[in-house]
């Protein structure tokens, strides 16, 4: 069978509405969308869904392992152009008041218009219609018979008549056996049609699709190689941060950051984005742990002047208000994730390790606002905090464990990366994998869509923590001791809460329960933590250990950062922060 050039372009509208332009779909996903349109394979002439796409030339088929097939719908301007235009108005297509056409109107060029493709009659459709066709061009010949012999006289010809009845059975019997076609079949119908959706639950993956094709403003691709900074924009920046920083460094982490998530606004040719320092609107709380603190931004402007050879030149740094806001140290940075807390360190310090900007410079994602939602609602119900920020934490110090694990996979054709995000359906408990594409520029990867089809062979593995059962519990004989930060709190309350927290660890070992810190790379336990005399849990110890019966009280959390970072190990938590 061939597919007519109003029929390739019907299609090429359909399949690039319903799954898009140079995005990789499954076969199931492309029988979907012709279902949803009323068109079948078998109605065009052709067995299966593959068939119809190797007739369509703008359709590219990739076939990997395991017989794993996947479509991409190719651009192609011209018929852009042609679905753009608009349909002639039916006037002009009305006959002349004559009845005949105008001698003036030229013959135009048929214009190629989208028609969509018409079902093929089956043979045993053909074969009923044949019968049909049969019987009433003979009711019609013996009507025929029956009213030119009527007026004959002749009594030899009467019986011809008689015939008539004739017609009677063959109408009788041919509407029961398509009766009995119909009700015959019918009876195992049930059984088939209930079985044919549980075999297709599994060939259709539940997916998240994340990234929309979109124009996107021209932003330059990295801060060192596009972004020409001038010596005394340098020397300010400078006068902001801690004295073992790069300020090069800190724009180029900072802006791959913002790039990746959208969090920069484009304004009459210029580029603002926050970086990752906080500085408090009035200048009297170093710390910005004030209720106006907000972070220092930087702008940038495109040239046609190349500076150093680069197009982008640094304008603007929005810092602190007066000099006296900056305090030895630099200014304190913003939090990143509740992982930064596990080490002790006072807040606001300078972590060169950072999950969220490893995953950033990994790929693009996308809004986390656009971003997370949608991986909430595809993942089994959880409580991730406000704004998910709990899984914004989850995600980032997931990717951070398993690229150290070696685990994010690639394709063969390098054309698309997966990995497991230890996440599961709400229905059927499958594995949700985050999917990127291939894209062009600085970051070679970029968020397509969450979904139970990792699109890679073989499927990613989730990440692993727990290889010891040090990992779990508190191994006797051991001691715990005050860490410096702790040290630093020394108090009589504090004593008594680390030595109750030890002592109901040491009874029930399902106290305690494992966390993860992407800064080192090493587990963490967690215990109860009851500060006030009221005995009520407040709080979370964090012990860090050390060697063979020596554990370190690093610092305390509050429960819902402590449940976050205990989240990422196992979705099974103790009841003290459930």
């Known amino acids: 069978m061939s597919i007519t050039p109003g029929n390739a372009l019907y299609l090429y509208r359909l399949l690039s509405e319903g799954i898009g332009i140079g995005r990789q779909t499954m076969l199931s996903r492309v029988e979907e969308v012709l279902v949803e349109d009323d068109i079948l394979p078998e109605d065009m002439g052709f067995e299966s869904v593959r068939e119809v796409l190797e007739q369509l030339e703008f359709v590219r088929l990739t076939v990997f392992k395991r017989g794993r097939a996947y479509a991409t719908v190719l651009a192609q301007p011209e018929w852009d152009a042609l679905l753009e235009e608009p349909e002639e108005p039916q006037e002009r297509k009305k006959p002349s008041a004559a009845g005949h056409k105008s001698w003036k109107r030229k013959r135009a060029g ?69 009766e009995v076609r119909e009700t015959e079949p019918a009876e195992p119908t049930p059984p088939e049609a209930a079985s044919q959706p549980q075999a297709q639950t599994p060939t259709s993956p539940a997916r998240a699709v994340v990234w929309t094709p979109r124009e996107e403003p021209l932003v330059p691709g990295s801060f060192l190689d596009e972004v020409w900074c001038p010596s005394d924009k340098l020397a300010e920046l400078c006068g ?68 150093s050879g680069k197009r982008w030149q640094l304008t603007s740094i929005d810092g602190p208000l007066d000099d006296a806001a900056v305090s030895l140290e630099g200014l304190p940075v913003r939090a990143e994730g509740v992982w930064a807390e596990l080490d002790g360190l006072p807040a606001g310090t300078y972590r060169p390790v950072s999950p969220l900007r490893e995953l950033t410079e990994f790929a693009t994602l996308g809004p986390w606002d656009t971003v997370l939602p949608l991986l909430a609602e595809l993942a089994e119900e959880e409580r991730w905090e406000e704004g998910l920020v709990g899984l914004r934490d989850y995600l980032s110090v997931t990717f951070a464990r398993l690229k150290r694990e070696g685990k994010v996979a690639v394709s063969e054709s390098g054309e698309f990366a997966a990995f497991d995000t230890g996440l599961l359906t709400r229905r059927d408990a499958e594995r949700i994998f985050a999917c990127f594409d291939v894209c062009a520029g600085k970051v070679a990867w970029r968020l397509v869509e969450f979904s139970t089809d990792a699109r890679v062979e073989p499927e990613p593995e989730p990440a692993t923590y727990i290889s010891a059962v040090e990992h779990l519990c508190l191994v006797p004989p051991y001691r715990v001791e005050l860490g410096r930060a702790l040290r630093a709190e020394h108090n009589d309350a504090l004593n008594r809460a680390i030595e109750v927290a030890v002592r109901r660890a040491r009874r029930d070992y399902r106290v305690a329960t494992p966390a993860y810190d992407p800064q080192t790379d090493e587990m963490r336990l967690l215990l109860p933590l009851c500060v006030e005399e009221q005995g009520i849990v407040d709080r979370a110890l964090v012990l860090a250990r050390l060697g ?28 003290w922060l459930s």
């Open 240 to 307: 902001l941060l801690p004295l073992d920083v790069s300020p090069l460094t800190l724009l180029d982490e900072d802006w791959r950051v913002a790039r990746s998530t959208e969090a920069y606004e484009v304004r009459s040719g210029e580029v603002t984005f926050a970086l990752r320092c906080v500085r408090d609107v009035n200048g009297d709380d170093v710390n910005g742990a004030g209720g106006n603190s907000r972070p220092v931004t930087v702008t940038m402007r495109r040239s046609v002047a190349r500076a």
């Open 110 to 178: 048929k214009v190629l218009r989208p028609a969509k493709p018409r079902p093929h009659r089956r043979p045993a459709e053909e074969d009923a219609d044949a019968e049909a066709a049969a019987s009433v061009s003979e009711q019609a010949q013996v009507a025929e018979s029956a009213e030119l012999e009527e007026p004959s006289p002749v009594p030899a010809e009467e019986p011809e008549p008689e015939s008539e009845p004739e017609p009677e059975p063959a109408e009788e019997p041919e509407p029961e056996p398509a």
């Open 548 to 575: 063979e019966g020596v554990y370190e009280a690093r610092a305390t959390l509050p429960l819902e950062h402590a449940r976050i970072c205990a989240r990422v190990v196992t979705s099974d938590l103790p009841t």
